[in-house]
Structure formats: structure tokens, C-alpha cells
């Protein structure tokens, strides 16, 4: 199968930004524990965009910086956890904004591994005959709105934005490993609508307990300590795995852009991998964890600033909800 070439790339954050010192009018809490506990200083929140707007100005960017016109796009993959509704597609909204015609849109709901797990799509689709040649990702999200800010453990963490990044095929090598555990869905989940009309037999409704008890509302829940666990262990194990079948290990990739929760998750993973800081792209100080944003728009600050060159070995390693975490390395 051929490899995936990145040739435009696309970012938009909203303009409001909440400090550390913010969180302290509202919760108990501190910029030293914060800063201490998970890197951040600050996040950009929404004003009220939504979902496929972000989604659609990093897209436009990404288009733009391809060098390609909105027709060249053949197929729109969106990775939101956090759509504007339930129905259409996050993806098709953008495609219709972004006036792409003769293309399909899709969404996948891979949480923040969500652009690896696009990007593993993407690069099947275009493996496969010749009608798909050119791919949008689009990953926009309004994590901020799923978000009780009465839980400091949680709400500290998270913010708004898009990334987006338009893919072709290349000769390059990719490889990926990908891998789900859904025992673990309980241990971050935000509900929707509960089930109901207007014949509803409300007495057999109530016989059906919560899958998942601990929620607020549409609100979140994180179990923080052992989402943590999971991440320090499975990202390493992810990449470990991606890079083996490339036939080489993590220390042979020249950039490793990590899903962003914690600053310390990603110190952890590098120290069990033995593999120094420097390697790692790092910018949750400035945005905290957007989900499936976080690593298109590292992807994007890395092209911007002229740090990937033709033929570095690249490596993505993403996690969330799900469980799911997966990893994928290819050739830039
Ligand atoms: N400010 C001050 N104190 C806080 C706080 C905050 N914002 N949030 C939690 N605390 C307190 C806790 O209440 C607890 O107090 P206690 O000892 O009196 O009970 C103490 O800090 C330690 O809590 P703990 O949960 O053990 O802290 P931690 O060092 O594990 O950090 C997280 C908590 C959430 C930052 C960390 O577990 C984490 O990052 N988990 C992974 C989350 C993640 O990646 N989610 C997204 C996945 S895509």
C-alpha cells in the first residue's frame, strides 16, 4: 500500500482565551497547580462558533496552503466529538460551506485520537484505485461546551479550536497500529438525549439503569487518575508498535506530535520510551487539550514554522475516549 503525504495544513482558535488565573474566580484552584499538574497556562474558548465554522476556516487554510482549489478535495473526514447535531454530518456542513462539489463527507467519533485514526483512513481510501486523490480532514471541536465548570478537576483542562489537513498519496512508508478497548468506556463519556417520545411507557424507561451512573446531565465525566494510567502506558506502546512494523524504533523518528492532555503524560511517555523531550512537540501551555484539534494543529504550527522537511520521519500518537488510542509514522 502507498504512504500519505501532508500537502496543506489549516488552524483556527477562538479569540477568547481563559488564563489560569481565570479558573481562580470560579473554582478552587491555582495557576501553580495547574501549571504543576498539566502544563497548561492558558486555552482559547468559544465565543459561540460553532463546530463546522472552526471546522470550515481550517479548512479553507489547509486547502488554500495545498495549493489546490475546493474542487480537487474528493473526500471530507471530520473527527469532532462535539458536532452541532446529530444530523447531517459535522463533515457535510463543512463540505457545503467550503463549496467542495463531486466529494463525500464522512464523521468518525475516535475522540481525541481522532485525526490518527482519519489519517489511517485516508491513507486506505487513497491506497485503493484511483478515484480518491485528494483528502480534508477537518477536526474542529467545542470540547468547552461539554464541560461542567464546577469540576475543577476537569475543567481546567480543556479548550476550543480546529485543525485541518489536506492528504495524497505518496511513495513514502506508513504504517499505523490502531487499537480500541471498550471495557474502558466508562472512564470518560458525555451523554446525549436520553431515549423517549411520546408513547414512552415511562415505567419500563426507568427499568433501564444508566449504562454509566456517574454523569452529569450532558456534562463530561473523567476518571482523571485512570485515564492517566492509560495514556502513560498505551502511547508509548502505540508507537512502539507503529514504528515496528516501519522496522525501526520511536528514537529513529525525527518528530513525535503526541495528543495533548497533560504535559506530564507526555514527559512520562518519553521517559518510558527513553527518549528525550526534544523529540516530542509540545504546545498545551498556550491551548490545553482539544481533542481530536490538538495534534492537525501541532501538525500545522510544525509546517508553519519550517520545521518538517521532505523524507523526516514523522510519528502521531494519539488517545481518548473509548478507551482508544493508536499511532501511526510515515514519511513527510
Ligand atoms: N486545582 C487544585 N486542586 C485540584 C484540581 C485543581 N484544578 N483538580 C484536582 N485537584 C485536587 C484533587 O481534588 C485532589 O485533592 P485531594 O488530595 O484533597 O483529594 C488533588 O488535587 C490530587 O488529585 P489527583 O486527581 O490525584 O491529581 P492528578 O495529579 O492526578 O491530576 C489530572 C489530575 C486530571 C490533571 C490528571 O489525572 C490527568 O491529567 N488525567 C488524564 C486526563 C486526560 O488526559 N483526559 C483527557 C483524555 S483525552
Not at 476556516?57 to 475546493?70: C, D, H, N, V
Not at 483528502?135 to 480543556?158: G, W
Not at 426507568?206 to 463530561?220: D, I
Request: aromatic share 10%; proline share 4%; hydrophobic share 40%.
Amino acid at each position: 500500500m502507498a504512504g500519505i503525504k501532508i500537502i496543506g495544513t489549516g488552524k483556527y482558535v477562538p479569540e477568547t482565551v481563559s488564563t489560569n488565573e481565570d479558573f481562580t474566580k470560579i473554582v478552587d484552584t491555582s495557576d501553580e497547580w495547574i501549571t504543576q499538574r498539566t502544563g497548561i497556562k492558558t486555552r482559547h474558548m468559544s465565543d459561540g462558533e460553532p463546530s463546522w465554522y472552526m471546522g470550515m476556516k481550517a479548512g479553507a487554510q489547509a486547502i488554500e496552503s495545498a495549493g489546490l482549489s475546493p474542487d480537487d478535495i474528493d473526500m471530507v473526514i471530520c473527527t469532532s466529538v462535539t458536532g452541532d447535531y446529530y444530523t447531517p454530518a459535522t463533515a457535510n456542513i463543512v463540505q457545503g460551506k467550503l463549496n467542495i462539489h463531486h466529494a463525500f463527507s464522512i464523521d468518525i467519533n475516535c475522540a481525541c485520537a481522532g485525526f490518527v485514526y482519519a489519517l489511517d483512513m485516508a491513507r486506505r481510501y487513497l491506497s485503493v484505485g484511483e478515484d480518491v486523490q485528494n483528502i480534508l480532514i477537518v477536526s474542529p471541536e467545542n470540547i468547552t461546551k461539554l464541560v461542567d465548570y464546577t469540576d475543577r478537576s476537569t475543567c481546567v483542562l480543556f479548550g476550543d479550536g480546529a485543525g485541518a489537513a489536506v492528504v495524497t498519496r505518496s511513495e513514502g512508508f506508513y504504517h499505523s497500529y490502531l487499537e480500541t478497548d471498550g471495557s474502558g468506556a466508562d472512564k470518560i463519556y458525555a451523554q446525549s438525549a436520553r431515549p423517549g417520545n411520546a408513547f414512552t411507557n415511562r415505567e419500563k424507561a426507568e427499568s433501564f439503569k444508566e449504562l454509566f451512573p456517574q454523569g452529569k446531565e450532558h456534562y463530561m465525566y473523567m476518571a482523571g487518575n485512570d485515564v492517566y494510567r492509560f495514556a502513560t502506558t498505551k502511547m508509548p506502546e502505540a508507537l512502539e508498535k507503529a514504528c515496528a512494523k516501519a522496522g525501526f524504533t520511536p528514537a529513529d523518528l525525527d518528530i513525535i506530535i503526541p495528543h495533548q492532555a497533560n504535559a506530564r503524560i507526555i514527559t512520562t511517555a518519553a521517559k518510558n520510551l527513553k527518549l528525550p523531550m526534544e523529540k516530542f512537540y509540545v504546545n498545551i501551555e498556550h491551548y490545553g487539550n482539544i481533542s481530536s484539534a490538538c495534534i492537525p494543529i501541532c501538525l500545522h504550527e510544525l509546517r508553519e514554522a519550517g520545521r518538517l522537511h521532505s523524507g523526516d520521519k514523522v510519528g502521531l500518537v494519539g488517545f481518548g475516549a473509548g478507551l482508544i488510542f493508536g499511532a501511526c509514522v510515515f514519511e513527510y
